[in-house]
């Protein structure tokens, strides 16, 4: 085996110039956000309770990240294939929410009995992008099963963009504006957080969501078969499990989430247009690489982290070290994270969950 | 052809010889569904407002009349048949699977036409308005309407199934000749515009009406005609290729550097011949095609799925304009196009490397994410009011000087197409070289296997880095020339539709394959440009092309060669391992 | 098949084709009587019509700003009977996108169409500065009926860095629209501390930083001045920091959809619940006003013209069109148009056939020696940079009451005319 040590000793001489690179990469950063968060909270330019609203304003926008990674994680988990229209699934469920929440705030229901009415309007978004994902699934997913893994990615790139034109030329190009829910108006306090009603319902439609995946995944049949799938297909398909069929239930329960976080998203923000989902998609799989990806939990955490990090960068680190209009470079914070993660440590968070490396 | 197999195994592996009508009511489904979709998005409408023939029959009447058409040569054709098998002779049934999938799509359409007249959706589905309704009841009132689409539908599907009967020889001069014909209506500019360089302004009347649409009898004639030609020179094409390759290795030579000279010669009278606005479109042709040929490296030959590649089209944009423009605040030395190009080039190592030593590491589709992450930081970066000073923020950088050669200043589409041109070749021919060089070999091997490649001594560290670098270095030619042929660059132009353009063109065209390459910025970047209609269902089409060749033809329109093969390996070996049974089968007697 | 044989065949098609064209021989301009100067002409044979550019703003969130001026130019080349000196009007219709980018391939293609005449456009300051890098060189007049960014003209009464020959409006210049508002906010509402946000847009940082100016001028203290991007949704961390800093009135002359934005997220952000907010006249449409959260915001913008004049040009407006102007620009438009004829009917040289010759020099003389002309908004006058309006700026509010775009531009509170 000298050959194998060898070719170890070369390998590692060539790329410890670039590992030192990294390293150096890597202090940099650590120092930067380090001496950045010191002088902007020493500043005390923002009060408490404006960074406390920031924390909120980022866990509330990182509970919708986290749901749409939960699709990310979930079908790369089991195919090993980052699904890129995902994104545009997000945003089918928010446009259709849009039109169903549209459509019943004429109505009584919208004023009497507004919950009721979000939910049919969640219903609805959740319907449209679980069928959207299925169709995906079935026409331009599984024909490419077992080609090298670019060609099902570019597939799904082109989705992604036919998707989003597509919404565009049904729907038009211009953004819809969510009605105002009355019952949403306003906020409370809680152990000095402010959570506006809308991020409190965000946060726990999210936990609600969150609970009802678990439970299906550990403790239904169907469930069972997705994780055994995603263990080994071969395996499973030899135990008689239908490995279609729990792919194509993976891709549905990825789309609800999606949904979901679409018309939360919509709800949050007030509005939505054919574009949103394609920054959503990018941060929500960033969220889902942060967390670990395969990891259900993982998905969630990395939202979080996510969402927290999107928030307070800016107003915490870039604006300590004196960048002018730090706001505006949030999103590069967000992508920075994605980045840095992936470099060192490529497994997440919370540690990956797939199967081994398919020769 | 291999021979048809003898055995009794021939029978039982084909399927019965009726019509499959589940089948065909599948593809009038699809059909039907194709047609809503095609109305509801707005292409129907928008497509209406040009022509083809003077008369009633628009473009978008066409694209309608086309669903049930293409559905039934769709239903029409024979059922699947291993590769070594002889397929049954077409016949009334194909031309009934063709009818059936006509009629179910005029039914879905007939009853979509009934709902929107019932219903006014348009609040929600903002095109679907009167004026599509009235195109899609043929302008009559909506019981009529419904029942001539009906009638409408089932002939062109039963044309569509009875196309499979027409036999090779006579259906390939058809379809092309139709080709011909409708191309010669959309490009109603392009040819107009050569036909009046060229003096020949009475057949442009002949050939076209003042508003643009085909003459009927010119297009009849020409139709008949190229039919005509088609049925005549059905194999000479092939002929021609076969003495071609035939002959011997210095001819072939000669034969090649003949097609070459005579290919430079027409590129150099081209821009005097197409006029200032068809000039300018292939100016933008062109720079795309720079663009992709650095993707190309990328991509196609190393492998790494870059999907930022803006970033490095914007380094060498910004790079060019800073050092050029007396309009960049903080920093403006006002350098002259030659002398920056080193150091843009330069800029654009930089990035290369900035970019590819994180991904070093990354899984392919993990990477191709990070680096759109960069090509949106890039942008992100340029725009922010941080880097304000420097890059001009929202308002870019204005009045980047023309590019100059003496006192020759390339000004104006039909200069700057030169300039252009220059660059083109330059990057070909570094790409030629790439290919069959150590660098090019160690990418195909890592593209292949990286760690197979590792274990046979080759450097993937430093070979993934030349590919970004280079790519980088492309890229930022078509930045640079983009500044100064605008003479102005804003950071909103560089989005990730850009890197999704360079992409499909080279998805499109055909990964590591030059001419692909060229013919895909022909046909993804200059048509649309030229079809004015089309504009707005670009990136819509773009997408379902991407889909469409990934699932059919996933090396491109004109690959290499050696592309094809890796795609389709699976059913390269199968076609072995049948032909191998073939051979077999024939040479013992049959039966079990 | 590697190679499809049909390309091939195309191929020798064209190059074919190709080369006879290039072998033909160009024709020679035969001589002519009237000579055309340094910048070029026109020439419009008999029958022809006199083709005239419209490049506004006819797509996306600022389609009702570009859509509204392009309707109005309608209205005036009906009211010239659809002809000018016995030739047809022809409008070529292009797009600016409200962006530099579009404000360039417009430009383009303008310029590599000699039988225009004149511009008129653009929508948005952001693409008339490259438009007109452009269009300048060529020898082309722009006039436009909304731009208002002080960089096209002039700030302070020295010419700005992006003014060019051949550029005009008669919309105000924007220096005082930020002195109005910078006015009323303090006089009026009484306010010390004022935050600016602009898109970075050339007419919304202009605004913003005129504003600014005016507001310290008067005794104001300008506690940030920062900007926004035109896509971002979470506001949060911008109004943060302008809650910070301790702003009582926000001023944001921007566009859609950020304002839309802006406008919701700022009752959420803990020290801004009880702060004004200001927008300007690109939000003064119905799109904008009907969205809740900008309930009771002031808008600074162009005044609502007066007259009878404009009574007739508003019934004839809706009569073509089915509604009510649908922004605040119309007027200033049609205006725009109007002097563009003015000038054309001045210059031009007209031949027995009816052939007509335009010089493009003599023309944007003549656009630019326009004095005393009476307009739909005052009487236009151009200053040596372009500058022709009358200006006269309101300050306006959306109340609970005001539902159209008409009744809130007729909420006026405040009138400023230097």
């Known amino acids: 085996m000298a050959e194998t040590v060898g070719l170890k000793a070369r390998r590692a001489g060539r790329l410890s110039g670039v590992d030192a690179f990294l390293w150096f990469v890597r202090v940099v950063v650590l120092v930067a956000v380090a001496w950045g968060s010191y002088k902007s909270i020493s500043s005390g330019r923002l009060t408490a309770a404006q960074w406390r609203g920031l924390i909120v304003a980022g866990v509330s926008q990182g509970a919708v990240y986290g749901l749409v990674a939960l699709g990310y994680t979930m079908v790369y988990g089991v195919l090993r294939f980052i699904n890129f229209a995902h994104g545009e699934v997000f945003m089918a469920g928010s446009m259709i929410g849009f039109f169903v929440a549209n459509g019943l705030s004429g109505t009584a229901m919208w004023a009497s009995l507004p919950f009721v009415a979000l939910l049919i309007a969640l219903l609805a978004a959740m319907a449209t992008s679980t069928s959207i994902s299925l169709v995906l699934e079935r026409v331009a997913y599984r024909p490419l099963r077992g080609l090298p893994r670019l060609v099902p990615f570019i597939t799904a790139v082109g989705a992604s963009f036919f998707l989003q034109y597509t919404f565009a030329g049904l729907f038009g190009a211009d953004s819809k504006a969510y009605p105002p829910v009355e019952a949403l108006k306003g906020g409370f306090t809680i152990v000095g957080f402010r959570f506006g009603k809308v991020q409190a319902l965000v946060i726990v439609a999210t936990i609600v969501m969150m609970i009802g995946l678990y439970l299906f995944v550990e403790r239904t049949k169907a469930g069972r078969a997705i994780r055994a799938v995603s263990e080994d297909q071969e395996m499973a398909s030899l135990m008689g499990i239908n490995v279609d069929r729990s792919i194509a239930l993976v891709f549905a329960v990825g789309g609800a989430m999606a949904g979901a976080g679409g018309l939360l998203y919509g709800l949050t923000f007030g509005q939505v247009d054919f574009l949103s989902g394609f920054l959503v998609g990018i941060k929500a799989f960033t969220a889902s690489v942060l967390g670990g990806i395969g990891n259900l939990a993982g998905a969630m955490v990395g939202g979080l982290v996510l969402g927290l990090i999107e928030s307070l960068g800016p107003s915490l680190v870039l604006f300590g070290l004196g960048v002018p209009s730090a706001h505006q470079l949030q999103d590069v914070v967000a992508f920075l994270a994605l980045v840095m993660i992936l470099i060192f440590r490529p497994t997440g968070i919370l540690g990956e969950r797939l199967a081994e490396e398919r020769a | 052809m291999a021979e048809a197999v003898q055995t009794d195994l021939r029978e039982e592996l084909l399927p019965a010889r009726e019509v499959d009508l589940r089948r065909s009511l599948r593809v009038g489904l699809l059909g039907g569904l194709t047609a809503v979709f095609v109305s509801a998005v707005g292409m129907v409408q928008s497509f209406d407002e040009a022509g083809l023939v003077v008369g009633p029959l628009s473009f978008g009447d066409i694209l309608l009349l086309a669903v049930p058409f293409v559905f039934g040569v769709l239903a029409g054709q024979p059922p699947p048949v291993l590769k070594g098998f002889a397929e049954p002779t077409p016949g009334a049934r194909n031309v009934i699977a063709g009818g059936v999938a006509g009629l179910l799509t005029g039914v879905v359409l007939g009853v979509f036409v009934a709902l929107v007249d019932t219903f006014d959706v348009r609040d929600i589905f903002t095109r679907i308005s009167p004026e599509l309704l009235d195109i899609l009841t043929y302008g009559q009132t909506l019981a009529v309407g419904i029942l001539i689409g009906l009638v409408v539908n089932v002939i062109l599907g039963l044309a569509g199934g009875a196309s499979k009967l027409l036999g090779q020889r006579w259906r390939r001069p058809l379809f092309r000749a139709l080709l011909v014909v409708v191309m010669l209506g959309v490009l109603e500019a392009l040819v107009s515009q050569i036909l009046r360089g060229a003096r020949l302004g009475r057949v442009q009347d002949a050939l076209y009406a003042p508003t643009g649409e085909l003459q009927l009898p010119s297009a009849i004639a020409i139709g008949l005609g190229l039919f005509g030609l088609g049925l005549w020179l059905r194999d000479q094409p092939r002929a021609v290729r076969e003495r071609i390759g035939a002959m011997e290795r210095e001819r072939r030579r000669l034969v090649a550097a003949g097609a070459l000279v005579a290919l430079v010669a027409v590129l150099g009278i081209l821009p005097r011949v197409l006029g200032p606005f068809l000039t300018e479109v292939l100016n933008i042709a062109g720079i795309f095609l720079l663009m992709a040929l650095g993707l190309n490296i990328v991509v196609g030959l190393a492998g790494l799925l870059d999907l930022g590649y803006v970033a490095f089209y914007a380094v060498g944009a910004y790079a060019t304009a800073v050092l050029t423009s007396p309009a960049s605040q903080a920093f403006s030395p006002e350098l002259s196009f030659w002398v920056a190009l080193p150091l843009v080039i330069l800029a654009a190592v930089a990035a290369g490397l900035l970019v590819g030593t994180p991904v070093l590491r990354m899984r392919g589709d993990y990477l191709a994410i990070v680096t759109l992450g960069f090509g949106e930081i890039a942008r992100i970066l340029f725009l922010s009011d941080a880097l304000k000073p420097v890059f001009g923020g929202a308002q870019g950088i204005l009045r980047v000087p023309d590019i100059a050669i003496g006192p020759i200043e390339f000004r104006g589409p039909e200069l700057f197409f030169y300039a252009i041109l220059a660059f083109a070749l330059v990057a070909s021919y570094i790409v030629y070289a790439l290919q069959d060089s150590r660098i090019g070999r160690a990418w195909m091997a890592m593209r292949e296997d990286e760690r197979v490649a590792e274990a046979m001594g080759v450097n993937t560290v430093a070979a993934k880095l030349w590919a970004f670098v280079i790519g980088a270095m492309l890229a930022s030619f078509g930045g640079a020339l983009i500044a100064v042929k605008v003479g102005s660059i804003f950071p909103n132009s560089f989005n990730v539709i850009v890197s999704f353009t360079v992409l499909i063109i080279i998805i499109v065209g055909g990964m590591a394959s030059i001419p692909g390459v060229i013919v895909g910025a022909l046909i993804l970047v200059a048509l649309p440009e030229l079809l004015r209609e089309f504009q707005e269902f670009r990136y819509l089409l773009y997408g379902a092309l991407l889909i469409v060749m990934m699932l059919r033809r996933p090396e491109g329109l004109i690959p290499s060669r050696r592309r094809a093969r890796e795609l389709h390996e699976e059913e390269v070996v199968q076609d072995a391992w049948l032909r191998a049974q073939a051979a077999d089968a024939s040479a013992t007697p049959s039966g079990e | ?418």
């Not at chain 3, 000018?84 to 009007?89: F, K, N, S, V």
């Not at chain 3, 009582?248 to 997220?265: C, G, R, S, T």
């Not at chain 3, 007739?312 to 563009?340: R, T």
């Open chain 3, 1 to 418: 098949m590697r190679k499809p044989r049909w390309l091939v065949s195309i191929a020798l098609f064209g190059a074919l084709a190709l080369v006879a064209a290039a072998c033909a021989e160009e024709e020679e301009p035969g001589a002519e009587e009237f000579s055309p100067g340094p910048l070029g002409a026109v020439t419009v044979e008999p029958g022809a019509p006199i083709k005239i550019a419209v490049f506004e703003s006819l797509s996306g969130d600022t389609a009702s700003l570009g859509e509204d001026q392009l309707r109005a130019v309608q209205v005036a080349v009906d009211d010239k009977g659809g002809e000018l000196l016995g030739h047809p009007i022809e409008i070529v219709e292009l797009d600016d996108g409200c962006a530099a980018e579009q404000g360039t391939t417009g430009a383009q293609r303008i310029v590599a169409d000699p039988e225009i005449v004149g511009v008129i456009g653009t929508s948005c300051s952001g693409a008339a500065i490259p438009a007109m890098e452009i269009l300048s060189e060529e020898g082309f007049t722009m006039i436009s009926g909304s731009n208002t960014s002080p960089l096209l003209t002039s700030i302070a009464g020295e010419e700005a860095t992006a003014h060019l020959p051949g550029y005009f409006r008669t919309a105000h210049n924007d220096e005082i629209q930020g002195a109005a508002a910078a006015n009323f906010v303090f006089s009026e509402l009484g306010l010390t501390k004022a935050a600016t946000i602009h898109d970075g847009d050339p007419y919304t940082e202009g605004l913003a930083t005129a504003f600014g100016k005016s507001f310290e001028e008067l005794g104001g203290e300008v506690v940030l001045a920062t900007s926004v991007g035109v896509d971002q949704k979470d506001m949060k961390p911008v109004l943060t920091e302008v809650a910070a800093a301790g702003a009582e009135l926000v001023y944001f002359p921007i566009f859609q959809p950020a304002a839309d934005f802006i406008a919701a997220q700022a009752k959420e952000v803990a020290g801004l619940d009880a702060a004004v907010l200001m927008g300007a006249d690109g939000l003064l449409s119905d799109t904008y006003i009907e969205l809740p959260q900008t309930e009771g915001m002031y808008f600074s913008g162009p005044a609502s013209p007066t007259g009878s004049e404009y009574e007739e040009f508003v019934g004839k407006y809706e009569a073509q069109f089915g509604e009510k102007p649908i922004q605040a620009f119309h007027a200033h438009a049609y205006d725009a148009a109007n002097v563009l004829f003015a000038a054309v009917e001045e210059v031009a040289v007209e031949e027995d056939d009816g052939t007509v010759h335009i010089d493009r020099e003599q023309f944007r003389n003549a656009v630019a020696a326009t004095s005393g002309f009476q307009g739909l908004t005052g009487t236009i006058t151009c200053d040596e940079f372009g500058d022709c309006a009358d200006p006269k700026i309101t300050v306006v509010r959306n109340t609970e009451a005001e539902k159209t775009i008409d009744q809130v531009r007729a909420n006026v509170l405040y009138t400023f005319e230097p």
